[in-house]
């Protein structure tokens, strides 16, 4: 049987500053404290995103954390209403396009760095517009 994803992180230089670009992009709220690991995240630095209070009704968690001693990465889709809307959205809050809105059978998927660097995938349905 496959495994499903269970988990997110985002983790950068400055994760005070991701956050409130995740929050202002996603509408995330996050409750700060401290990773499982230092390795992860500096202490107190780690928002903890609990999958239940977003829309999905198969929630994901998340979290984003690091420090100055950490190698920015991160890998995942997130699922919106509208990716050209969001890819704009993502470019006004400071992103990089990195992928048009591209059709991917009824789905629409688009890639963005967000001000770090980190390559987030986003995903939605695709417009009547852009059949």
Same mark, same amino acid.
């Given at each position: ?49 609990? +999958? ?5 009704? $198969?929630?994901? =968690? *998340?979290? !984003?954390?690091? @420090?100055?001693?950490?190698? &920015? ?20 809050? +400071? ?5 048009? $809105?591209?059709? =991917? *059978?009824? !789905?629409?998927? @688009?890639?963005?760095?967000? &001000? ?16």
């Amino acid at each position: 049987m496959a495994r499903a994803v269970v988990h997110f992180e985002i983790i950068g230089k400055n994760p005070a500053a991701l956050r409130t670009f995740y929050a202002e992009l996603f509408g995330w709220e996050y409750n700060v404290g401290d990773a499982s690991s230092d390795l992860v995240s500096d202490p107190g630095q780690y928002g903890f995103i609990d +999958g239940a209070s977003t829309e999905n009704p $198969s929630p994901i =968690n *998340g979290g !984003i954390g690091g @420090g100055p001693g950490h190698s &920015p990465h991160v890998i995942f889709y997130v699922g919106v209403p509208d990716v050209e809307q969001t890819l704009r959205d993502a470019e006004r809050l +400071g992103g990089k396009r990195l992928l048009e $809105s591209t059709a =991917n *059978g009824p !789905i629409a998927v @688009g890639h963005f760095s967000d &001000p770090e660097g980190n390559v987030v995938g986003i995903a939605g349905p695709i417009r009547p517009e852009a059949r």
